[in-house]
């Protein structure tokens, strides 16, 4: 994060230049979302090999390609093959109105 920089840090197109923000706001607060929901997963008893004891979002992305922008979580703690666990936060995540992916790794 940028010093002084709360809302939006200073991002451009690479091709035409044009200013972007990036919103730093809507980064953090999912990222706060991930970790409520995955603490939700462990109690709602979602069976997949996961570190339930040390899990948690790493980082939030936003992702632009020629499809739009998304955003993208990384949690850390969890197989990647977690296929189970990764649909309940997509899910969850979605419901709270984040277009996300969800991504695990230990």
């Known amino acids: 994060m940028l010093e002084g920089q ?5 991002l451009s197109c690479w091709r035409c230049g044009t200013p972007l923000p990036l919103p730093l706001a809507d980064l953090r607060r999912l990222r706060e979302e991930t970790d409520r929901v995955v603490r939700t ?8 090999p996961v570190d339930w004891a040390n899990v948690r979002c790493t980082e939030t992305r936003l992702v632009v ?3 739009g922008a998304r955003f993208q979580v990384l949690i850390h703690g969890a197989a990647p093959d977690a296929i189970w666990f990764r649909e309940y936060v997509q899910d ?3 419901r709270a109105g984040w277009d996300v992916e969800v991504l695990t790794w230990w």
């Not at 997963?41 to 997949?48: I, M, Q, S």
């Open 41 to 48: 997963a462990f109690l709602d008893g979602v069976e997949d």
């Open 65 to 67: 390609n020629e499809r």
């Open 92 to 94: 969850r995540l979605s």
């Open 6 to 10: 709360e809302e939006a840090a200073p």
